[in-house]
Structures are given as structure tokens and as C-alpha cells.
């Protein structure tokens, strides 16, 4: 117990406002204008990987808006949404009570990551995007348990977080310095954190590398695939901008650190304990 009191407290799921799900959290700009019936890029690559089809059970871990459980139960799988923030658990009410075309179930609860109520073995799929950078490392584990102890044993695990934190560390301040020359580093703050999303310096408290969310995983209980990717850069720039970008995104080891996002596709390690 005096372990436990030395980790540092969960993120105030109070911070988590309707503003933030509507002005920060990834995806707002579709969600404002469709409602959920389209996805973002992002959150669109992420979902694809679950491949949900009718018959399914789904689980998504910080549901916020609650698109997601409405794609699913389109799909024609029973979807459930836990979050931790009772503002999301209103979102995706007020989202999936005007749901009168899926043929799957859907069910939200208020609920943490840490104590899923939900029993063995229950889910063919379980989704967890863009949370696992809101969970200090003490959490992210027992969560992870939790999401292992729930998942079927021929179950599949999808998971997105952002940004690398590799990239912030060591990528974006090359990126500001060389911003700062070209006059444009008032749109570079120090704190990579601030950058577009200044709501980000409160609630991310755990970004991962490529390394380190593929070791948290295995710590886990679980095996799979880890990797990096980042959004298209749509960009009109000289030829040596448009060669440099080209060589960091995709030469190993320069794209370990200049590649913003990371994917995990994972099952089961059997006999883990």
C-alpha cells in the first residue's frame, strides 16, 4: 500500500470537458460535422485494424464522443463504451440514443480503465484509442490486465496513441530551431505539448516510443505488432524540404523519431500470468 500512494494520482477526469472533446481531442472537426458518421484519418486507420464484423463483442476504453461504439454497432456488433469522464459517458448517450439503424447492441458506462466491470473472457475486440498517453505507467499495467483479463482468448487488442514521444523528445525541438530560423517559430512553443493542443500539457502524461509501448504490452501479457506512421503531409514545398521530409519519414532509424503516432495490434501471450 505504500507503493500505491507513491504513484502519482489519476489525470482529474473533470479536465475532460465537452470543449475538450469538441475543440482537442482527436477527430472533433468530423464529429462536429457529421456527428460520428465519419471518422478522422486517424481514427479511421485505427478502427480498420479491429476489423469488426456482425456477431462481434466490442469493448472500447475511453469512449469519449462514442463514435466508435456507433460504427461498431452499424457493423452489426454489440459495442459497450466505458470512460472515466462523465462528460463522455453523456457525449456518447446523446450520440448513440439517436441510433435507430445498427443492428448491434450498444451499452456506455461510467468506468475505470483499472476495474473493468465486465466479466472473463468477454470480447473478441477490445479498442483502446488515444488513452493509453492519458494513464501514468502504474495505471496503463493494471488497465492493460484488465484488458487481458476480458478479452477472449483468440481475441485482438487495437491500440493508437500520439504523439511518439520520441519525436517530442528528440525530433521536435530540430524541427522548432530550424522553424525559428525560417520566422516562423512563434507557431513552435518549447513544450511540444502546447503545440496546436495546449489542453495536452494537463491530461498527456505518458506518451510512448515505438520501444516502449511494445515492452508495456509484453509486460502485460501480450504479443503482437507495434509501429509507427504519421498524418499526410499535404505540404507545398521546395525540392529540399520535400527530400529532407522524405528521408526522415522513411529511413530507419531517422522515422523512430520523426513518425508522430503509434499503432499496436496484439493478442494474448497463453499461460502468462
Known amino acids: 500500500m505504500a507503493q500505491q500512494s507513491q504513484n502519482p494520482a489519476?489525470?482529474?477526469?473533470?479536465?475532460?470537458?465537452?470543449?475538450?472533446?469538441?475543440?482537442?481531442?482527436?477527430g472533433y472537426d468530423e464529429f462536429i460535422q457529421t456527428e460520428g458518421e465519419h471518422l478522422s484519418r486517424r481514427l479511421s486507420a485505427a478502427f480498420a485494424l479491429a476489423?469488426?464484423?456482425?456477431?462481434?463483442?466490442?469493448?472500447?476504453?475511453?469512449?469519449?464522443?462514442?463514435?466508435?461504439?456507433?460504427?461498431?454497432?452499424?457493423?452489426?456488433?454489440?459495442?459497450?463504451?466505458?470512460?472515466?469522464?462523465?462528460?463522455?459517458?453523456?457525449?456518447?448517450?446523446?450520440?448513440?440514443?439517436?441510433?435507430?439503424?445498427?443492428?448491434?447492441?450498444?451499452?456506455?458506462?461510467?468506468?475505470d480503465a483499472k476495474r473493468l466491470p465486465f466479466a472473463d473472457k468477454t470480447f473478441d475486440r477490445v479498442l483502446m484509442f488515444d488513452v493509453v498517453e492519458h494513464l501514468h505507467p502504474w495505471e496503463l499495467h493494471e488497465a492493460l490486465l484488465e484488458v487481458r483479463r476480458v478479452l477472449k482468448d483468440d481475441g485482438r487488442f487495437i491500440?493508437?496513441?500520439?504523439?511518439?514521444?520520441?519525436?517530442?523528445?528528440?525530433?521536435?525541438?530540430?524541427?522548432r530551431r530550424i522553424r525559428q530560423l525560417m520566422g516562423q517559430g512563434a507557431n513552435y512553443p518549447k513544450d511540444p505539448r502546447q503545440f496546436l493542443v495546449d489542453h495536452n500539457v494537463h491530461v498527456h502524461v505518458n506518451?510512448?516510443?515505438?520501444?516502449?509501448?511494445?515492452r508495456t504490452l509484453k509486460q502485460a501479457g501480450f504479443k503482437g505488432k507495434v509501429w509507427l506512421d504519421s498524418p499526410p503531409q499535404h505540404r507545398t514545398e521546395n525540392p529540399i524540404f520535400a527530400l529532407a521530409r522524405k528521408l526522415l519519414f522513411g529511413t530507419v532509424p531517422l522515422r523512430w523519431f520523426f513518425e508522430r503516432e503509434v499503432f499496436a495490434v496484439a493478442h494474448k501471450?497463453?499461460?502468462y500470468e
Not at 489519476?10 to 482537442?24: C, I, K, Q, R
Not at 452499424?74 to 439517436?98: F, N
Not at 506518451?207 to 511494445?214: A, D, F, K, T, Y
Open 10 to 26: 489519476p489525470v482529474d477526469p473533470n479536465l475532460y470537458t465537452e470543449e475538450y472533446f469538441l475543440h482537442a481531442c482527436e
Open 51 to 111: 476489423e469488426v464484423r456482425a456477431g462481434m463483442t466490442i469493448l472500447d476504453v475511453g469512449c469519449g464522443r462514442g463514435e466508435i461504439l456507433k460504427h461498431c454497432a452499424k457493423l452489426g456488433a454489440d459495442a459497450y463504451g466505458i470512460d472515466y469522464a462523465p462528460v463522455a459517458v453523456q457525449m456518447s448517450q446523446h450520440v448513440l440514443g439517436g441510433l435507430t439503424d445498427a443492428d448491434g447492441k450498444t451499452g456506455i458506462g461510467l468506468a
Open 207 to 214: 506518451e510512448q516510443s515505438l520501444w516502449s509501448m511494445g
Open 159 to 175: 491500440v493508437h496513441t500520439a504523439p511518439n514521444v520520441w519525436y517530442d523528445r528528440y525530433a521536435y525541438p530540430v524541427v
Open 269 to 271: 501471450i497463453h499461460g
